[in-house]
């Protein structure tokens, strides 16, 4: 196959090089592009534009196919557990027993956060969305450590790591104490990464609380499902905001605020809200299908699509198949997992959604397990935060130690006014121009 590609415009032809990826992905290189035609290309929402080479995550959208670091995302689910998964992604290699025994003992030692920190919490509304604490919080952390912020020295980087990973469930759970304006748990380094985040959720300091096994399994699974997915927005925004050697606490806080969209990380509370919507409507569901493809009509169903994945999102599979296990361990009976199903089958069913080739996303079904294990719908994307959090590291790290990495600085297509001299007051007439 040809290594390289032409671009032909007007008396202009320029020949890029090609890259192929390991797993056959073919990417024409544009960097002399400009110099060399002063052309610049076009791709709204970078559709069709690789912001460069990376070794984490691959995923096949017409194949449905998701693996870390060459592990599939099947075999993790069934074999691993979040804490394994997240050294994989950021250190690129499955952990030895003892890599794995001292990387959970670092973690579970750095799960307190300072009690200045604590006092944040105390500052924000009681009925704030918790991803504005999050993301304040973590960027409020790089004030609290600041002699740990050089991205270029790795052992400075390795500290903020664990700090980030330890104390991000416990920040996520102080934001969820202090707006139900119960005591804040601390941490408890006796039990392990998703018993002790869901122990400082739902315990009070006046009664014991055992964690139950089936709730810990359901958390550290859908931890693990989030933990990447390659180049998507919030993880684009982390590695964005860290090409200006910004430190790795500013850039985690940059992508939790990316995520909080409805159209990214915030689709699970959003398809909560829409399937309760349906509910609360008497369960038509074709009236929210027919409402999705009216183009008249801003409603989306959301937990539909993707802009990658043309063909199931194994995510989705695979805790499509979990909820029916966690609801029936959990005695747990939700009508709306019978209304997200009905839905699905109705949608897979509808030429305007086989056409787009619009399937359920890894947000379709993660509400209901969620909603099971009692986590609040206002909690949904913050769940989201908890598991992408290795994955934003190891792309931030990835590109810190890419000795080719340069600012992110994209070009764009100026389609405004051409010059025009400044106007006195006095000659506006309400327009911009002068008559
Ligand atoms: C995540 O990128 C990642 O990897 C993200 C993620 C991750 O792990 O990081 O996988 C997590 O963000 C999953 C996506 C969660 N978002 C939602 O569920 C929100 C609902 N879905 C959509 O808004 C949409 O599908 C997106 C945002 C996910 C993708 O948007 P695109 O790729 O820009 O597609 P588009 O909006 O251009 O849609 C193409 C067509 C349009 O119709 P036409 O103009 O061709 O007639 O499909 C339609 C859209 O109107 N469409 C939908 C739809 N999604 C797309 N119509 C109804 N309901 C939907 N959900």
Redesign the pocket.
């Known amino acids: 196959m040809s290594k390289s590609a032409k671009i032909i415009y007007g008396d202009k032809e320029v020949e890029c090089p090609v890259v192929e990826g390991t797993e056959g992905e073919v990417g024409i290189d544009i960097s002399k592009l400009r110099s060399s035609s002063g052309l610049i290309t076009l791709d709204n929402?970078f559709?069709n534009t690789s912001s460069g080479t990376s070794a984490i995550t691959f995923?096949d959208g017409e194949k449905g196919i998701l693996r870390y670091r060459g592990i599939s995302i099947e075999d993790l689910a069934k074999n691993s557990s979040f804490i394994e998964v997240a050294y994989l992604l950021i250190y690129g290699n499955l952990p030895t027993e003892q890599e794995l025994l001292s990387w959970e003992s670092e973690i579970k030692h750095h799960t307190l956060i300072k009690e200045d920190l604590s006092k944040l919490f105390d500052a924000f509304p009681r009925d704030a969305h918790p991803m504005g604490v999050l993301s304040s919080a973590i960027s409020a952390m790089s004030t609290f450590y600041q002699e740990y912020l050089d991205p270029k020295n790795s052992h400075d980087v390795d500290q903020v790591i664990i700090k980030l990973l330890g104390m991000l469930p416990t920040i996520a759970s102080y934001s969820y104490k202090t707006s139900i304006n119960q005591p804040r748990v601390y941490p408890r380094n006796d039990l392990d990464y998703c018993s002790n985040f869901l122990n400082m959720m739902f315990s009070v300091p006046s009664e014991k609380y055992e964690v139950p096994s089936e709730v810990v399994e359901a958390l550290n699974l859908l931890l693990i499902l989030?933990a990447?997915?390659?180049?998507?927005?919030?993880?684009s925004a982390v590695r964005l905001i860290g090409s200006s050697e910004a430190n790795l606490f500013a850039s985690i806080s940059g992508g939790i605020s990316a995520?909080w969209g409805?159209?990214?990380?915030?689709?699970?509370q959003?398809?909560m809200e829409m399937l309760n919507q349906i509910h609360l409507d008497g369960g038509n569901v074709q009236k929210f299908i027919d409402l999705?493809?009216d183009?008249n009509s801003s409603?989306?169903?959301?937990?539909?699509?993707?802009?990658?994945?043309k063909n199931f999102?194994p995510?989705a599979k695979i805790i499509k198949g979990a909820c029916d296990k966690v609801l029936e361990k959990m005695g747990v009976d939700n009508p709306l997992l019978n209304i997200a199903k009905e839905l699905e089958h109705s949608a897979l069913n509808d030429q305007?959604?086989v056409d787009?080739k619009?399937y359920p996303?890894?947000?379709?079904y993660s509400g209901i397990i969620y909603s099971a294990i009692n986590i609040p719908v206002n909690m949904f994307t913050v769940m989201?935060a908890l598991g992408?959090l290795p994955?934003w590291i190891a792309h931030w790290k990835e590109m810190n130690e890419d000795p080719k990495s340069r600012i992110g600085r994209p070009r764009q297509i100026y389609n405004g006014e051409n010059e025009y001299s400044y106007v006195d007051l006095n000659k506006r007439l309400n327009k911009k121009k002068a008559a």
């Open positions: 929402g559709a995923l989030h990447d997915h390659e180049q998507n927005c919030s993880t995520l409805p159209l990214h990380g915030g689709a699970n959003a398809v999705a493809k183009k409603f989306r169903l959301m937990g539909f699509g993707h802009r990658v994945y999102d995510r305007y959604f787009r619009l996303n890894v947000d379709f989201f992408r994955g």
